[in-house]
């Protein structure tokens, strides 16, 4: 694996951890990029998201801004999906097209993420069941089939729904996205083991010390009140530029 990866997986751990998310659509991107066999690609993203929101995870907890209770409805839905859809197979074509749409999504997002409706301290609404089910099914579906953990199209829809304040928005989607991963990445090893192919995804290892380190000081970013605006900046212009190349790569499959 060449050290020009490593160094991105590196870089695209720390912008993500900054602002809350695991990376997982643009690890993806990268790969199909790279050239990677793409059936193998969701198993190595969503390992990667594993190991950078779990420190988020411990933090947010710990900090008493974790309350899985109230993230329920979205949860009861979105991790069988996600499960599910690591085990459907799909073809390269729909998998990329996917995947670039994910990522411009993405993008949008974090360049046009509203100011938050409530501070951390506001009283939040809470969610019903049958939209929680139906947000959370869709996202989980997406999620387990290209490999991410859904964060980033969550967190916008608790902001919109005033679920809770910016801390406790984004320590949901860092349980969200480690929920998410952990079933997705099963489905996917299921399904890589019944077409035999399950090897060609260890030779990809040495990326995921380099997202542990990564998320770490991209944590460690966020912690210490560095401007969010700034690292979401700098966040969209890599997404929206991984989206296109992947996009045309999409348009050339075609």
Known sequence: MPLLLAALFFITATLYAAVGFGGGSTYNALLVLYGTDYRILPSIALACNIVVVTGGVIRFWR?????????????LASVPAAWIGGRLPVSEIMFVGLLGAALMLSALHLTFQPSPALDDKSRPRASSLPIGLGIGAGIGLLSGLVGIGGGIFLAPVLYVLRWGGPREIAAACSFFILSNSLSGLTGQVMKLQD????????????????VLVGGQIGSWLASKRMPA????RMTAILVFYVAARLLLRWAALL
């Open 195 to 210: 077409a035999d192919v399950l090897a060609l995804a260890v030779p990809y290892w040495p990326v995921l010390p380099c």
């Open 229 to 232: 605006t700034l690292i979401k």
């Open 63 to 75: 900090a008493g801004l974790l309350c899985v209770r109230r993230l329920l409805p979205f949860l």
